[in-house]
């Protein structure tokens, strides 16, 4: 399995900004798929998720400091998935990664229920 991000940068504080990220290697509609980031000195945070593939189209969910601001969606027939980051701020300067989980239902954030984590991409913003 083998997740890999890609899209970070610098860029200034309220430019936008789209990660992605390509899985191989695993049934990909069967995972739910998130984003995470690591700023320094800090403790990798969750960021968005979004549901397996279903009637509903993929359910999304994120942080509330991100809430308004990134939106994440998947493509099954790629195997991406992509986190599309607007009016980004300083403290959203961090190493953002992707993740799959296998799990169907229950709590998004916890990053022990994610199974494959992609190498991370810096994003870096100037105020």
């Known amino acids: 399995v083998q997740l890999q991000a890609s899209g970070g940068g610098l860029v200034q504080a309220g430019a936008s900004l789209r990660l992605s990220c390509a899985a191989s290697?695993?049934?990909?509609?069967?995972?739910?798929m998130g984003w995470f980031r690591q700023a320094p000195g800090k403790e990798r945070e969750f960021v968005a998720g979004?549901?397996?593939?279903?009637?509903?189209?993929?359910?999304?969910y994120y942080t509330d400091s991100v809430k308004g601001r990134f939106t994440i969606s998947r493509d099954n027939a790629k195997n991406m998935v992509y986190l599309q980051m607007s009016s980004v701020k300083p403290e959203d300067t961090a190493v953002y990664y992707c993740?799959?989980?296998?799990?169907?239902?229950?709590?998004?954030?916890?990053?022990?229920?994610?199974?494959?984590w992609g190498q991370g991409t810096q994003v870096t913003v100037s105020s």
């Open positions: 290697g695993l049934s990909f509609s069967t995972y739910r």
């Open positions: 993740a799959a989980s296998p799990l169907r239902f229950g709590s998004w954030a916890p990053a022990g229920d994610y199974n494959y």
């Open positions: 979004i549901s397996r593939s279903g009637r509903s189209g993929g359910d999304t």
